[in-house]
């Protein structure tokens, strides 16, 4: 099977197309290397890819024209579709970036799929879709209609949009909704990167929402494991015409988070116990576009490829620090 991972030298992208290549599939890159955060640390993990055998594109999604001379000269089966315009905040004084990567750079990649017949595209979507919904435990079945900021109202975008080429032709596709993902090798612009920088440079920590907001902090592996489950049940597809329930989208959501909310306070109390360092904490309000509560109801996935996170907060935050000291040279 050969598999095209766009965003490959992001977070989740390049610890999937690691595990991937590792179980011999036949994984093929790409990504557009932006200095939306610190290059260096995306140039690492491409080199680390590359001494494994990824074959890598450095393209932008935006062009549809290299796009298509890449699916010229490959045949994927699958594309798992991680490249995206990030961040909550940055939407705000950015939204130019958002429309043009995550609704155009989309569009081109389900044109591409359509057209290659791709068996199955899988792509990201996010916690931040649900917006402030009244059931404190997320679920797929929930309204997803009130989105607080642009980068949520994009993915949402994402699903509208690939529901409707499913439903018009027929093509498979699956989306993930990431919630808050963690680990080594993680994004510099998340609040436990920026935590244990800070805390290890001798620099206050800035904790929005008082230290009462909360989020289902998910372990990379985690949501590895679950991407590879899917990967492995297959597409989704038609129901069986004579069955009540004929279904004529082949299209699939799902949750892939931890099902357990973390307070910031106690998430930065636990990062204080492991670098036994003490922090210098400056409270915030909740910034514009926040969200105050993340919590996956996960039950969806644990019922239909035995999704079931094994990360609990503290190794998760132990495995991050210990690769953050050795990355950056700590002692």
Known sequence: MKILITGVAGFIGYHLAK??????????????L???????????RLA????????????????QKKLKNIFFKNSFDVIIHLAAQAGVR?????PQEYIQSNINGFYNILELSKNNNIKHLIFASSSSIYGENEN??????????????????????????????????KLPCTALRFFTVYGPW??????????VKNIYEGKPIEI???????????????????????????????????????????????????????SLE????????LTEKKATKIYLDLQPGDMKSTLANISKAQKKFNFNPQTVIENGLFKFIKWYKNFYNLK
């Open 19 to 32: 595990s991937l290549i590792n179980a011999n599939y036949e994984i093929v890159g790409i990504d557009n």
């Open 34 to 44: 932006n200095s939306y955060y610190d290059l260096d640390l995306k140039k690492a």
């Open 48 to 63: 680390n890819l590359k001494k494994i055998k990824l074959s890598f594109y450095k393209v932008d999604i935006c062009d």
């Open 90 to 94: 940055y939407s705000i004084e950015n």
């Open 136 to 169: 404190p435990s997320f679920e797929e079945s929930q309204v997803t209609d009130s989105p607080k900021n642009l980068y949520a109202a994009s993915k949402k975008s994402n699903e509208l949009i690939s529901y409707s080429y499913s439903n018009l032709f």
């Open 186 to 195: 993680g994004r510099p612009d998340m609040a436990y990167f920026k935590f």
């Open 208 to 262: 929005f929402g008082q230290g009462k907001m909360f989020r289902d902090f998910t372990y990379i592996d985690d949501v590895i494991d679950g991407i590879l489950k899917i990967l492995n049940n297959g597409p989704p597809v038609l129901s069986d015409k004579n069955k009540k329930s004929f279904n004529n989208t082949p299209w699939e959501v799902y949750n892939l988070g931890n099902n357990k909310s973390v």
């Open 266 to 273: 106690k998430f930065v109390n636990t990062i204080e116990l």
